[in-house]
């Protein structure tokens, strides 16, 4: 019977490999993997970040040596992608047992005739060796003894595994293009579709990259035309075509690093698990993978409904800003009750010229978002009560630094306002002249007690605290707010459900030995900062009637601007959530004509009706030790009540039934039985700027109390609580005499610099 050389090659070769082998038994792998270790131990480039149930929120690419997407199940891999591989690389795979001999003959034929052949290494052998360091191929090519070695594992990885296995693992685990690695990325990267969708032009050009996974597009599209040729005999195929198909797929970039709605969340969540990781390795005596390394998906607290509508309102706002300068914002979502971090969107995304900015973390200044936190203090302290009268009026407060001279966002006074229409209006001076009665000091201990990390002493940032001066997070304000919701309970926020986002140490310090419930804050005083900030009549003076902020359900918010409108805040809670908003410019540049309820407030206000579309929302109950007294108001300045009668909140003792300017009761923070001057401060020194006209450098003096006239130097100067004198160099003696001529109050003050100027403006 008549063989052809080919088959006497062979028959020769496979008679060498045995003896070699049989030879050589050290060759042989001492053990071969299983196709579910494989599996179990394949690790993708990215780390999938869940949300509560499992959907996906955010892509994060985690390994920046390979392009890996997730495991693909053979029965999810289009039917002509299995066939372009088999046809390009191994095209009797279902027929041999790991080694095609028939191959490996006729590259050996044609290696003796110096003719080019397909080359004999199977989709097996190929396997053995991404599965095998020791049998990789090297830029040099293998070595006899790789060859071997490959020859052998693929022999074993046969007997042990199904071919629908093999082929599984190798389509997961073959390089194609550049980082590119396994069928899931490549397909994502260059066709933008998960590699069930592929078709036959797009199989063969993924089938043709495995050949020549660098070679430049024409080669690899001559190659994918021939490809399509043997998957569909007899149809005419457009080569040209596909050339340009497959030099557009090979410059695509679909796959992008990072995709998805929660970037700066996910971010986040990793970094933690990281965190975790290395302080459990730190721990053991066992080294210890880090956690963010191994994990492939992390599940976080998020509601992927809730953060995609969150991002969608905010970005929608910021687009009707666009006019204002505005192109940042941040928003956050607390569970009231767990701390669980529900929504995270960390910046405007395309809209921002600073995207890659957390701006949830970002310190920035909270303009009035911090006055509930400090009327609580102050209604804790029995310093004030809702009812208490505060003197909404120009004031000159003496600091190391200078004189401090607080306005109000309208420019403009309402005279003495009752503490709940103090805070609920947002009036600026009242708040200073309550932190003149807490001190600087004190309220940022309280700050750093409920988690607002502040860099600075108390009395750096002075009576200006009071207004927002200092830095925080939003993140961390909202939180704050969230203890208001709680009763005065803090805790830390949760984002992973591993994880607490770490508080603060001082806050840690504050409920050290405490469980997350430890109250850091009078649960009274809580009450009583909610009900007048989600009382609506309260904030008409400065809101008026038909405000953004007012809701259908029960609601608490206040809204805040910093200095130079470069940050803008709504940040309130409902019986379960807290909401916080910021809108801005990550730059720190100044927005235009943006307020309290144009900017942030309509953000917040959306958020809050989508949460509670189908879910109700009721007024607290109040805790015990509250009272609840009718009071009325004595008359003002037009003989009329100050504020109507209505229904008060007090900590039990602190309740009276009138607040009036001159009952000189407790609780009255702007009566005096006496006159008294308020303003300037003893000892005060004023200092005239030449640059400056002398006409625009008054200084404005201000008392209390009824019937008095200002002297100055001995001379009369003026009638009434308010004057506004011209200054000239020297020291002076201001003098406030009462009605029967008594003089009842002094201050000294000196004068420097521009004498010429001020003493022609005297004359």
């Known amino acids: 019977m008549h063989r052809s050389p080919l088959a006497a090659s062979r028959r020769c070769l496979a008679a060498t490999l045995t003896t070699i082998l049989c030879a050589q038994p050290g060759l042989a792998l001492a053990g071969i993997v299983s196709f579910d270790e494989v599996k179990r131990e394949f690790r993708s480039s990215d780390t999938a970040v869940l949300d509560r149930n499992g959907e996906l929120l955010q892509r994060v690419r985690t390994d920046a040596t390979v392009r890996r997407g997730q495991w693909i199940a053979l029965a999810d891999v289009s039917p002509a992608l299995r066939m372009a591989m088999v046809l390009s690389e191994d095209r009797r795979f279902y027929e041999h047992s790991g080694i095609d001999w028939r191959a490996v003959s006729a590259a050996a034929w044609g290696n003796l005739w110096n003719t080019r052949t397909r080359g004999a290494s199977t989709i097996t052998m190929q396997l053995s060796g991404l599965l095998d360091e020791d049998l990789r191929r090297a830029n040099s090519g293998r070595t006899f003894t790789q060859k071997i070695g490959q020859t052998v594992a693929a022999t074993q990885l046969e007997r042990s595994w199904r071919k629908d296995q093999i082929l599984e693992a190798y389509l997961n685990t073959v390089p194609f293009r550049g980082e590119i690695v396994g069928i899931d990325a490549l397909s994502r990267t260059l066709f933008g579709k998960a590699p069930n969708g592929l078709d036959a032009r797009e199989a063969s050009v993924a089938a043709a990259l495995v050949r020549a996974p660098n070679a430049k597009p024409a080669l690899v599209a001559q190659r994918a035309c021939e490809l399509m040729r043997a998957m569909e005999p007899g149809q005419k195929i457009d080569c040209d075509a596909i050339d340009m198909f497959t030099s557009a797929s090979v410059q695509r970039r679909a796959f992008d690093a990072n995709e998805g709605i929660a970037p700066h969340a996910a971010r986040r969540a990793l970094r933690e698990l990281r965190d975790a990781g290395e302080a459990a390795a730190a721990s053991s005596t066992t080294p210890t993978r880090q956690a963010a390394n191994k994990e492939t998906a992390v599940r976080t607290t998020l509601r992927a409904p809730l953060q995609r509508f969150a991002l969608g309102a905010l970005q929608r706002h910021l687009k009707e800003l666009r006019g204002r300068h505005v192109e940042d914002g941040a928003l956050v979502v607390l569970d009231n009750a767990s701390g669980e971090v529900l929504a995270w969107v960390g910046s405007s995304g395309p809209l921002s010229q600073a995207a890659e900015v957390d701006a949830a973390t970002a310190l ?69 002249r309550t ?29 200006s605290l ?6 925080v997070s939003l993140l961390s304000l909202t939180n704050a707010y969230r203890m208001l919701a709680n009763g005065g309970r803090y805790g830390p926020t949760m984002l992973t459900a591993r994880t607490p986002v770490p508080a603060p140490a001082s806050a840690a310090k504050a409920k050290a030995g405490d469980d997350d419930a430890a109250p850091v804050l009078d649960p009274r005083a809580a009450f009583i900062v909610g009900d007048i900030l989600s009382d609506a009549n309260a904030r008409t003076r400065t809101f008026g009637l038909d405000s953004i902020l007012s809701t259908r359900f029960w609601t608490a918010v206040k809204t805040g601007t910093s200095k130079d409108m470069r940050d803008n805040w709504a940040v309130g809670w409902s019986q379960r959530y807290t909401v916080g908003v910021w809108v801005g410019n990550a730059s720190g540049a100044s927005m235009w004509d943006v307020s309290g309820t144009s900017g942030a407030a309509p953000v917040w206000a959306e958020v809050m009706r989508f949460l509670h579309a189908r879910e109700p929302s009721r007024a607290p109950r109040p805790p015990a030790g509250l009272v ?15 504020e109507a009668a209505r229904g008060e909140w007090f900590l039990q003792g602190t309740e009276q039934p009138l607040f009036a300017l001159d ?98 403006a005297r004359r």
Request: proline share 7%.
């Open 364 to 432: 920035r200044q909270p303009g009035s978002t911090l006055k509930p936190l400090l009327y609580a203090q102050a209604i804790a302290e029995r310093r004030l009560t809702a009812a208490s009268l505060i003197d909404d009026s120009s004031a000159q407060i003496n600091t190391a630094s200078g004189l401090y001279i607080p306005q109000n966002y309208d420019r403009q006074f309402k005279g003495p306002v009752s503490a709940r229409t103090a805070l609920a209006a947002s009036l600026n001076v009242p708040a200073v």
């Open 435 to 463: 932190l003149v009665m807490v001190s600087p000091e004190s309220f940022a201990r309280q700050l750093r007690t409920v988690g607002l990390p502040l860099r600075e002493s108390g009395d750096y940032y002075g009576y």
């Open 466 to 471: 009071a207004l927002g001066s200092a830095e």
């Open 628 to 642: 609840e007294a009718q009071v009325t108001f004595g008359p003002g300045a037009d003989g009329n009540p100050l």
């Open 663 to 760: 009952n000189g009761g407790a609780g009255t923070s702007s009566d005096a039985a006496a006159a008294r001057i308020t303003a300037p401060a003893d000892g005060t020194i004023i200092a005239l700027d030449p640059d400056i006209p002398p006409l625009h450098q008054r200084v404005r003096f201000e008392s209390e109390g009824r019937g008095v006239q200002w002297r100055i130097d001995g001379k009369h100067f003026a009638r009434g609580n308010s004057a506004q004198w011209l200054p000239w160099p020297g020291r002076h003696v201001i003098e406030l005499v009462d009605a029967t001529g008594k003089v009842v109050d002094q201050r000294k003050l000196e004068v420097r610099g521009a004498g010429v100027v001020a003493k022609s």
